[in-house]
């Protein structure tokens, strides 16, 4: 009997230990992954501070103009303050409500830049807020450091970079208006005709 009881929990520690290699694999892939994704991706606290960003955040900072010596640990109300007081001001609103439930927040900010000789650029930015609760200790060996934060929510910031696609559709808009604008002649033609053609043979049943 106590053998089968030994056995039994040396079994039971084999399988949680399993489990637990298994979880740390995929939680460093996901991370791997998040890391190296083309979009901009965050975790705030409820002050607005960057707990953790990978490297299309840090492209997104470089686009702000924000100093290298700022990239540390920035505050993401103070760098969109810089271009939009308004959307940070409401930015600011979303993350003191401190929401229990998950909730989603989507805005689109503009940023021109200008490098020396070269044209204005224009690039849009579509901005995605969620909050979100995770353990202290699942955050802490995500991101391979202690955070010390005492706000119980954080904040998964997305930003993905929308210039291309706007260009996109208005590219096919400018298409679709030129092409109903270049046959509206033509068409009034051929209706103004076919109408004379008609009224003619009305006159002239022969």
Partial sequence: TRVSALLQKLAEN????????????ERSTFWAAVKTAPDAVAILSSQGHVLFSNAGFRAFLHSMDVPASHNAHPSILEI??????????????????KQKTPSIWKRL????????????RTQHFELLLSSASFGEPEL?????EPVSISAPAYFVLWIRNVTTYREQV?????ILSTTVHDMKGPLGAIITASGLLEDYEKNNPE
């Avoid at 271009?83 to 600011?92: K, M, W």
């Avoid at 940023?111 to 204005?120: A, D, L």
């Avoid at 208005?170 to 400018?174: I, K």
């Fill in 109 to 120: 900010i503009v940023i021109e830049q200008q490098e020396p000789g070269e044209k204005i």
């Fill in 140 to 144: 802490s060996d995500a991101l391979a």
């Fill in 80 to 97: 969109i303050n810089t271009r939009e007081p308004e959307l940070a001001q409401e930015l600011r609103e979303q993350l003191s409500h």
């Fill in 170 to 174: 208005l590219f096919q808009r400018d």
């Fill in 14 to 25: 084999r399988l949680r230990e399993m489990h637990q290699i298994q979880t740390r694999i």
